[in-house]
């Protein structure tokens, strides 16, 4: 049976690519989508995440916004990365579907109360200030999840500071407690998403596709590529947020390392940085609930993106 996963993201060009590979992957089952404010603000990528739906013919996900800010800080945005829609560079169709009328916490808290328990994957590839909010407003999800898999994160160099990754840097109060909770977590840092580079050779295999889906993942991968180039000295950018959907799809597609995870909450150079205790023996699962991506099988995962653009048509 596939897996039962809502995404909560800030599209985003790689949210966009993560929305895709859900949607067109039989593995996987996309029950709903919860926007936070992040890559730009709410109303941006709330309307980013119901355009890229749109554009995959899938009117019938369900989307609902929630935090247009962190939980303590001011916001930020990464205009610089995604431009001044958050998806600059292609031009989706205007969403039909209305947007959700429940805020995203709500709408996360009772779907995941309302199935059985253990059925709902949380897949995060944004700040974690929907999923923060939610398990303080009800703790019993932790126990119903059956796991989290999210984007963010680094164990050696950040993004966002020198030691900090974009979505724990811009709300590490909501990390921290995401991070502190008793749920299976893997996180899925930029140690293993800079492996996932889209070189111009996977972009032409996406482009051979033919169909209007691929050449909007192309215009998305042309201006993710130019900003990456001129703000990160990355010749081809990394498609971070599809891993953490790979993960889901085939743990398989990575390695992964189990080890106790904390967050940087008060240093004056160092806050938000995921903190990785890999001293020692690697502890078993019933010692260590969270666990780090550190290798990707680069070919499969790209197979895995390229076959889910193309069952989309």
């Known amino acids: 049976m596939p897996k039962d996963i809502i995404i909560d993201c800030d599209p985003g060009h790689d949210d966009a690519v993560a929305l895709l590979l859900a949607l067109g992957n039989p593995e996987v089952n996309l029950i709903g989508v919860t926007t936070v404010g992040g890559n730009q603000s709410l109303g941006k ?32 945005v990464a205009a610089a990365i995604h431009g001044e829609s958050g998806l600059d560079g292609v031009d989706l169709p205007r969403p039909v579907r209305p947007l959700g009328e429940a805020h995203a916490v709500t709408w996360l808290i009772d779907t995941i109360m309302a199935r059985e328990p253990k059925s709902v994957t949380l897949v995060p590839t944004g700040p974690l200030t929907n999923i923060a909010l939610a398990v303080r407003l009800e703790p019993r999800i932790v126990e119903r999840v059956r796991e989290v898999v999210l984007m963010g994160g680094a164990v050696r160099t ?31 840092g930029l140690d293993l998403t800079h492996q996932a580079l889209c070189t111009p050779e996977v972009q032409a295999r996406i482009a051979a596709l033919g169909t209007d889906l691929a050449g909007h993942v192309c215009n998305m991968m042309d201006f ?4 990456y180039r001129a703000d ?7 498609v971070h947020d599809p891993c953490a959907v790979a993960y889901v799809i085939d743990p398989g597609v990575m390695t992964t390392r189990r080890c106790p995870i904390d967050v940087e909450l008060t240093g004056t150079c160092t806050a938000g940085m995921t903190v990785a205790d890999l001293r020692g023996v690697e502890p078993e699962a019933d010692a260590c609930a969270t666990q780090v991506a ?8 790209w197979d ?6 193309a069952a989309l048509g």
């Not at 990528?45 to 962190?70: I, M, Q, S, W």
């Not at 993710?224 to 900003?227: E, N, S, V």
């Not at 550190?294 to 995962?301: G, H, I, S």
């Not at 895995?304 to 653009?309: D, E, F, H, K, L």
């Open 45 to 76: 990528v709330t309307y980013n995440a119901r355009a890229v739906l749109e554009a995959a013919g899938a009117r019938d996900v369900p989307v609902h916004a929630g935090c247009a800010r962190p939980l303590v800080r001011e916001g930020e």
């Open 158 to 188: 950040g993004n966002w500071s020198p030691v900090a990754e974009f979505n724990v840097k811009t709300d590490p109060e909501a990390a921290h407690i995401v991070f502190h909770e008793a749920w299976p977590l893997t996180m899925v």
């Open 224 to 227: 993710f590529r130019a900003a």
């Open 232 to 238: 990160r000295v990355f010749a081809d950018p990394p």
């Open 294 to 301: 550190v290798r990707l099988d680069v070919e499969a995962f």
């Open 304 to 309: 895995m993106v390229v076959a889910a653009i």
